[in-house]
């Protein structure tokens, strides 16, 4: 089956400073990928999605100057959490679709990310 | 705006037991809907989607769920569980022309021996 991976799976990093989640989907080409954040024992929340080339669209309250996204081709997807504070502290969760509505999503893994 | 509502969030049941996981779903345009399973320390994986034609749609590993429109839902049920199945269930919506995914809360699915 189609297979997407993220990396790093876990990040500790200090209040301030960036951190750079990779997704890339590893034998299909993704023409949309999305990213999701998850608290606690609560549901997968839609921050963005981004198309390959395009400005990713983001979801109403997720700010874009704090939450960069790049999708610079059909197998990659960054987010960059900009001047990390706690608040931001969650469990990050990307996916990838390679083809449009009604097309299966794959999950990756998640990236746990602890701001100190 | 589509909405998505899980009504257990825990469901423990017996091996070889029959579960049914509900799912109810609001939105005012015509949907896709979808299960996806995450196993421990796994990403989500789909279980089944439902797109169009038959209302009953089956996953390969026993599961079933049968799209009621009149009823707004999308229960996902399984004869007979097994220890394997446990994970935590989630059930998701999104506009037909979209891909956008709007998901319940999630369903942990725990089978006793």
């Known amino acids: 089956g189609a297979v997407v991976s993220q990396h790093p799976s876990r990040v500790i990093c200090k209040s301030g400073t960036s951190v750079k989640i990779e997704c890339r989907s590893l034998?299909?080409?993704?023409?949309?990928m999305f990213w999701y954040r998850q608290f606690p024992k609560q549901s997968l929340m839609l921050m963005a999605t981004?198309?390959?080339?395009?400005?990713?669209?983001?979801e109403q309250g997720v700010e874009k100057d704090k939450f960069l996204i790049n999708h610079a081709s059909l197998t990659l997807s960054t987010l960059t959490v900009t001047s990390a504070h706690p608040e931001d502290s969650s469990f990050y969760i990307c996916?990838?679709?390679?083809?449009?509505?009604?097309?299966?999503?794959?999950f990756g893994p998640g990236t746990r990310l602890l701001v100190l | 705006a589509q909405s998505v509502t899980q009504l257990d969030s825990q469901v423990p049941v017996f091996e070889e037991a029959p579960v049914e996981l509900r799912c109810n779903y609001s939105?005012?345009?015509?949907?896709?809907l979808f299960w996806y399973v995450q196993y421990p320390n796994q990403g989500l994986q789909l279980l089944l989607k439902?797109?169009?034609?038959?209302?009953l749609v089956e996953s390969i590993n026993g599961f079933e769920a049968e799209f009621n429109k009149s009823q707004t839902s999308f229960h996902l049920r399984k004869p007979s569980v097994h220890i394997s199945d446990t994970a935590e269930y989630y059930c998701?919506?999104?506009?037909?022309?979209?891909?956008?995914?709007?998901f319940g809360q999630g369903t942990r699915l725990t089978i006793n021996p």
């Open positions: 998701a919506v999104s506009h037909q022309g979209a891909q956008k995914l709007v």
């Open positions: 981004s198309n390959e080339g395009s400005k990713a669209t983001y």
């Open positions: 996916s990838a679709s390679p083809g449009g509505p009604g097309e299966t999503q794959y």
């Open positions: 939105s005012s345009v015509s949907v896709y």
């Open positions: 439902y797109l169009s034609g038959s209302t």
């Open positions: 034998d299909f080409q993704a023409t949309t």
